[in-house]
T-cell receptor
Framework: AQTVTQSQPEMSVQEAETVTLSCTYDTSESDYYLFWYKQPPSRQMILVIR??????QNATENRFSVNFQKAAKSFSLKISDSQLGDAAMYFCASTSPQDQTGANNLFFGTGTRLTVIP | DSGVTQTPKHLITATGQRVTLRCSPRSGDLSVYWYQQSLDQGLQFLIQYYNGEERAKGNILERFSAQQFPDLHSELNLSSLELGDSALYFC?????????????FGEGSRLTVL
């Protein structure tokens, strides 16, 4: 079965510092996509960053970057220069295998709650 | 603003009742997904529709059903509600049938069953 594991239920970081959130996944697919979503107190799900598994280069979006280790099935998120607005739940997700109709969706981890300390 | 609209934002009802949650996808998106997020949990995939047809099913209870209409909006029907059905229900949409596209999420409908 497809699983996405976030082993850190809670993390904290000082403002302006760097923090890394961990995620491991299990998939039988050779081509898939990985995502980090942010859920602030407003509960809106916001895409932070996306990684295509066939790309070797780690994705980067401004202060957010990933460390994608395909062989280890690891996909960590690094937040640099943390800001108060980064405080949120962060969910790691991977695309599910396509079924016989070609449909798939996202599997989510249980999330990491990030606190930013002023 | 993701472009995905969900109504109602909040709903309080009693056990045994039935409710309908509505979702309008982003303009041009053909796929609609429903997810359930229980308190402090991750999102659990319920069901996917593509251009009016059911295409994938997750851990959706038999008491729950959904449909997607010709105008592509979708409704999630929850019946014989139990306390454990209290959760945030998200709708998301994407252009195609399958990934890799980003899923665009609505703001969710918070259901409280008393």
């Amino acid at each position: 079965a497809q699983t996405v594991t976030q082993s850190q239920p809670e993390m904290s970081v000082q403002e302006a510092e760097t923090v890394t959130l961990s995620c491991t996944y299990d998939t039988s697919e050779s081509d898939y996509y990985l995502f980090w979503y942010k859920q602030p107190p407003s509960r809106q799900m916001i895409l932070v960053i996306r990684q295509e598994a066939y790309k070797q280069q780690n994705a980067t979006e401004n202060r957010f970057s990933v460390n994608f280790q395909k062989a280890a099935k690891s996909f960590s998120l690094k937040i640099s220069d943390s800001q108060l607005g980064d405080a949120a739940m962060y969910f790691c997700a991977s695309t599910s295998p396509q079924d016989q109709t070609g449909a798939n969706n996202l599997f989510f981890g249980t999330g990491t709650r990030l606190t930013v300390i002023p | 603003d993701s472009g995905v609209t969900q109504t109602p934002k909040h709903l309080i009802t009693a056990t045994g009742q039935r409710v309908t949650l509505r979702c309008s996808p982003r303009s041009g998106d053909l796929s609609v997904y429903w997810y359930q997020q229980s308190l402090d949990q991750g999102l659990q995939f319920l069901i996917q529709y593509y251009n009016g047809e059911e295409r994938a099913k997750g851990n959706i209870l038999e008491r729950f059903s959904a449909q997607q209409f010709p105008d592509l909006h979708s409704e999630l029907n929850l019946s014989s509600l139990e306390l454990g059905d209290s959760a945030l229900y998200f709708c998301a949409s994407s252009v195609g049938l399958s990934g890799p596209g980003e899923l665009f999420f609505g703001e969710g409908s918070r259901l409280t069953v008393l």
